[in-house]
Each structure stands twice: as structure tokens, then as C-alpha cells.
């Protein structure tokens, strides 16, 4: 192969463990005599489009170590979608720097953005090998067992629906009813790992609401009702992206943000409208808790699994790079289940960008507003051992 630079950039909402996908595509690249200088566009694609491009070479060769710990982008993000007119000036800039390894990390739309890279050198004769390393805690993209990012905001959601339903619990006289809104574009993956610290039907979460199925009010009413009855308390979780039967969403869209650029629409309220919802029909006092933006980037809740995981895919794709694949992305092989072992692979762009993986329907329980044992088997192993749980008194609360 031809003897050039890298250049890598990180595009997305942050995660936990995306710098340490950063960490190890830089340190495949710097331990390689193929490779020139190691570049990295700031806030992705669009540092290549202002020149806003570091030279990696001169960080301490010891940072990356801490990168790999560090939460959020640390060449800074962004969600910009390339203008066709644009891409002119993307390849004079891969031009200009002799950049011949074009590594970028993302999800769905960044994936579709290295592809479109991919195609435009190839158009103009310019030889390039563009890679993608998968990340997203939507944990949607296809042909990859799962997402880096997803297992450690498993854990975060998990663990904190546990500390949730004791609140609620110990508070049941006075709040009986917890809404807990989670992010999840078009899949439920994030809203169905709150179940993994659930060792007895009366544990939190009795209600998962998710996009794959439609919202009902009326369903979602009594199934507040009955746990209600049944438990003396309610928590519920929902993706905030949850539809009804028109396919309407339970959310409002933000009215300042309205979308990003690639169409996708800012929501908000839906724990909000429930548990007015419930107030009014039930007569009975109900809170939300919406975690934000830290349910995707807490290290401090990072899943040791998914932080090697990531380093290894990142690893991976300057490595395939490097070795002349082009147009592809790194996905995660499951080998086996217990113990848990998984191997990166290569999968074709096409096949990746701008498509969805939802959850299937045997991750979902058949008969009620919940998961099926499947999806336990599939998700525990994700996010680094046990789920988090917590030792009750015998008989807690008094009732």
C-alpha cells in the first residue's frame, strides 16, 4: 500500500467510550511505518471542510492511555451533513494534507458520510481508504452485534432504574407513580436495559414503552393501574421517541431546535405529558426523572466490556485501512455468550449507512409493556458483569 497520512474525526452525540475508539485508530497509526502524519479534524467533517485539523504527532504519546478514560469527543463533535458542492473541497483538502487513510467515527449518519467520502475519491481517481468505526448508544446500527456506547449507557440506565424504583418505593405514599424518559432515536435498545438489574417482579421496571410498538394511552393506563394495585408503586421507562397508533410521537418537537441537519427532530416531554396523563385519569401523583445528556457520556458508569471494545474496533479500522479496505465499517462479532468473547469484522457502508436496527420481536415480551428473557441473555453480558442491584430489609417498605 501506499505511504501516507491518517486522518481521523469523531461525529455523533458523545459517549462514554468514543475517545476510546479515538485512542486506539491513533495508536494503530503512530505504531505503523506506512502511515506519515497522524491528522484529527476538529468537531468531525467540518474541521476538514475549515481546516481546522490537528497534528496527533505531537500529543504525548502517553495521553492516549488517558483518552481511553476520558468522556465525550476529545477532538470535539458535531452533527453536519456534506453538501454535494462540498465535497470538492473535502478531497482538495485530503489533497493538500497527502491524506490517503480516512478513519471516522459515528453512527448511522456518519457512516453514510465516510461512505460518500469513499464513493467522491474514487470518482476523482484519488486514492484513498475510508473506515468507519461504529458508535451509538441507540445501538441501531445493522450488521454489527452492538454498538460501542451502548453497553455502558445499559449500565448508567440500568443501575439507575434501581436507585429509581427505591425512591419510588420508600415515597409511595406520596409518589407513587416514576416516569424515566431515555434517549433512543427510532429503537428501543436504551429503554430495554433498564430491566437488567430486575431480579423480582416487584423490582423496577414494571412498565418498558418503546418505539417498535405503539404507544397507547389507554394500555398505558391501565397497565399503571394494575401495577398500582398490585405493588403500591409504579416506575415506568420510556424512550422518548415513543409513538402512538397514528405514529404520531408522545413528545412535543422543541420548538427552538426543531431538527439537525440530517432531518432528525429534537423532542421533548414526554415523561412530562404521562405523568400529567396519570394525574388527571388516575388521580395519582407522578414524577419523571430525565437523565439528559449524561446518560450517554458518564465514565463513571462506563462498562469495562464496552471501554476495550471500542478501543479494539477503533484498533481495527486504521489497521484495515492501513491493509487497503476501503468503504467499509468495523462491526462487533459475538463469539460466544459465557463466557463473553467478541471479534471486530468488516462490513460493507452501503449496507450500514442510514439504515436502522430496531429491536426484534423476541426481545419483547408478547404479553405486556416489558422485555423477554432474550433480550437479558443478549444485553447482560454487555455492560461488564452483574447489573446493579441493591439489599432490601425484609418486608420493605412497611406498608
Same mark, same amino acid.
Given at each position: ?229 398490585? !405493588?403500591?408503586? /409504579?416506575? %415506568?421507562?420510556?424512550? *422518548?421517541?415513543? &409513538?402512538?397508533?397514528?405514529? +404520531?410521537? #408522545? ?64 484498533? !481495527?479500522?486504521? /489497521?484495515? %485501512?492501513?491493509?487497503? *479496505?476501503?468503504? &467499509?465499517?468495523?462491526?462487533? +462479532?459475538? #463469539? ?64
Amino acid at each position: 500500500m501506499s505511504k501516507g497520512n491518517l486522518i481521523v474525526g469523531q461525529s455523533g452525540g458523545c459517549t462514554a467510550v468514543i475517545n476510546s475508539s479515538l485512542a486506539g485508530v491513533v495508536e494503530a497509526a503512530l505504531s505503523s511505518d506506512q502511515v506519515g502524519e497522524v491528522y484529527g479534524m476538529r468537531h468531525g467533517i467540518e474541521g476538514l471542510l475549515t481546516s481546522d485539523v490537528i497534528d496527533l504527532r505531537r500529543e504525548p504519546r502517553d495521553v492516549w492511555r488517558s483518552i481511553r478514560r476520558t468522556p465525550s469527543a476529545a477532538l470535539g463533535s458535531g452533527r453536519y451533513k456534506l453538501r454535494d458542492e462540498e465535497f470538492h473541497t473535502i478531497l482538495e483538502a485530503l489533497q493538500r494534507l497527502d491524506v490517503r487513510y480516512f478513519v471516522y467515527i459515528g453512527g448511522n449518519d456518519s457512516a453514510d458520510t465516510a461512505h460518500r467520502v469513499s464513493l467522491a475519491a474514487r470518482q476523482e481517481g484519488y486514492e484513498l481508504y475510508a473506515v468507519s468505526v461504529p458508535k451509538t448508544i441507540d445501538n441501531d446500527l445493522p450488521h454489527t452485534d452492538h454498538c460501542p456506547g451502548y453497553g455502558s449507557i445499559a449500565r448508567f440506565v440500568s443501575t439507575v432504574t434501581q436507585e429509581i424504583g427505591l425512591d419510588t418505593e420508600a415515597m409511595r405514599r406520596v409518589d407513587p407513580v416514576k416516569i424515566l424518559e431515555v434517549m433512543g432515536r427510532d429503537a428501543g435498545w436504551v429503554a430495554a436495559s433498564a430491566a437488567l438489574g430486575r431480579r423480582r417482579e416487584s423490582d423496577a421496571p414494571h412498565l418498558i414503552y418503546v418505539p417498535e410498538r405503539p404507544f397507547s394511552r389507554e394500555g398505558f393506563l391501565r397497565d399503571v393501574r394494575e401495577c398500582y394495585e398490585t !405493588h403500591g408503586y /409504579v416506575v %415506568a421507562v420510556v424512550t *422518548e421517541t415513543v &409513538r402512538d397508533e397514528s405514529g +404520531e410521537s #408522545v413528545a412535543r418537537t422543541d420548538p427552538v431546535f426543531s431538527q439537525d441537519s440530517f432531518g432528525h427532530r429534537y423532542l421533548t416531554g414526554a415523561a412530562s405529558y404521562l405523568c400529567d396523563l396519570v394525574a388527571r385519569e388516575l388521580g395519582l401523583r407522578a414524577r419523571f426523572d430525565k437523565p439528559g445528556t449524561i446518560q450517554r457520556m458518564s465514565i463513571a458508569m462506563a462498562s469495562p466490556v464496552d471501554l476495550d471494545e471500542a478501543y479494539t474496533v477503533g484498533r !481495527h479500522a486504521a /489497521v484495515s %485501512a492501513l491493509a487497503g *479496505e476501503d468503504d &467499509r465499517m468495523v462491526g462487533i +462479532e459475538r #463469539v460466544s455468550n459465557s463466557p463473553y468473547v467478541s471479534r471486530p469484522g468488516l462490513v460493507e457502508l452501503t449496507s450500514v449507512a442510514n439504515q436502522q436496527k430496531l429491536l426484534p420481536e423476541e426481545y419483547l415480551d408478547p404479553g405486556r409493556a416489558h422485555v423477554s428473557p432474550a433480550f437479558i441473555e443478549y444485553a447482560l453480558p454487555l455492560i461488564g458483569g452483574e447489573a446493579t442491584t441493591f439489599p432490601r430489609l425484609h418486608g420493605f417498605p412497611v406498608g
